[in-house]
């Protein structure tokens, strides 16, 4: 009788979502500011639901999604998600920036030119694909040459270390930036991106079920989004 009551208990918590897994895909441009946060906020209300973070790339997490061993993903909405049949929610529009190392050369003047842009290389998830487009139209407006890009790699975290090493150049959401910035790792430099990329999202899979666990986590989610809006 008391393991059928325990056993009651927990699913009456697993069923209020107190309880719980939440298994989250988490793509570069939501892995250094809205999740932890997300994360941290989750902890507070639920402590009882166990979070499994997975980062990677639309190409590593949305099949993981479709195929059930993911709940849902946080990050930029794409063309090809709705392709897939993945539900997107558009939780806000983010512009993307271009940040260096605190003493980069370029930010000693706001007078240079091409010439004085293309001696850099440059940090990006890839040689192609939509973030080296958003740089090379940005970097044309200035009459510079395309991106060289010297090391690739979708880590924010080794991305920013790379940068305060080297004098090397990126472009990374602005909200990521701002942390960073604000505890004195990177600065921004004065190079205007024509566009933003597609809003951050939060994506599930349209035939599974929305469990109590996650619910709670995506709650927060919003919640963060709506703090941020605020600020």
């Given at each position: 009788?008391?393991?059928?009551?325990?056993?009651?208990?927990?699913?009456?918590?697993?069923?209020?979502?107190?309880?719980?897994?939440?298994?989250?895909?988490?793509?570069?441009?939501?892995?250094?500011?809205?999740?932890?946060?997300?994360?941290?906020?989750?902890r507070?209300?639920?402590?009882?639901?166990?979070?499994?973070?997975?980062?990677?790339?639309?190409?590593?997490?949305?099949?993981?999604?479709?195929?059930?061993?993911?709940?849902?993903v946080?990050?930029?909405?794409?063309?090809?998600?709705?392709?897939?049949?993945?539900?997107h929610?558009?939780?806000?529009?983010?512009?993307t920036?271009?940040?260096?190392?605190?003493?980069?050369?370029?930010?000693?003047?706001?007078?240079?030119?091409?010439?004085?842009?293309?001696?850099y290389?440059?940090?990006?998830?890839?040689?192609?694909?939509?973030?080296?487009?958003?740089?090379?139209?940005?970097?044309?407006?200035?009459?510079?040459?395309?991106?060289?890009?010297?090391v690739?790699?979708?880590?924010?975290?080794m991305?920013?270390?790379?940068?305060?090493q080297?004098?090397?150049?990126?472009?990374?959401?602005?909200?990521?930036?701002?942390r960073?910035?604000?505890?004195?790792?990177?600065?921004?430099?004065?190079?205007p991106?024509?566009?933003?990329?597609?809003?951050?999202?939060?994506?599930?899979?349209?035939?599974?079920?929305?469990?109590?666990?996650?619910?709670?986590?995506?709650e927060?989610?919003?919640?963060?989004?709506?703090?941020?809006?605020?600020?």
């Amino acid at each position: 009788m008391g393991d059928m009551d325990a056993a009651r208990s927990e699913i009456n918590a697993l069923r209020d979502g107190w309880q719980g897994r939440v298994r989250v895909g988490v793509f570069p441009v939501a892995a250094s500011v809205l999740v932890p946060d997300a994360v941290a906020l989750l902890r507070k209300l639920r402590p009882g639901i166990h979070v499994e973070l997975q980062e990677g790339l639309e190409t590593t997490l949305l099949p993981q999604l479709e195929k059930g061993r993911l709940d849902c993903v946080i990050g930029r909405a794409t063309p090809r998600g709705g392709a897939r049949r993945l539900v997107h929610e558009t939780l806000y529009e983010e512009p993307t920036v271009v940040v260096c190392a605190v003493d980069h050369p370029l930010l000693e003047s706001s007078d240079w030119i091409s010439n004085d842009i293309d001696r850099y290389g440059w940090i990006l998830p890839a040689r192609s694909g939509q973030l080296h487009a958003l740089v090379a139209s940005g970097l044309a407006a200035r009459r510079a040459a395309p991106p060289r890009v010297a090391v690739e790699t979708s880590s924010i975290l080794m991305l920013v270390e790379i940068l305060r090493q080297s004098q090397l150049l990126s472009a990374i959401a602005s909200g990521v930036a701002r942390r960073f910035v604000e505890i004195g790792l990177l600065k921004t430099l004065d190079l205007p991106l024509s566009a933003s990329l597609h809003p951050v999202a939060i994506i599930t899979n349209h035939t599974a079920s929305v469990h109590p666990a996650l619910s709670m986590f995506l709650e927060a989610v919003r919640q963060v989004c709506a703090k941020r809006a605020l600020r």
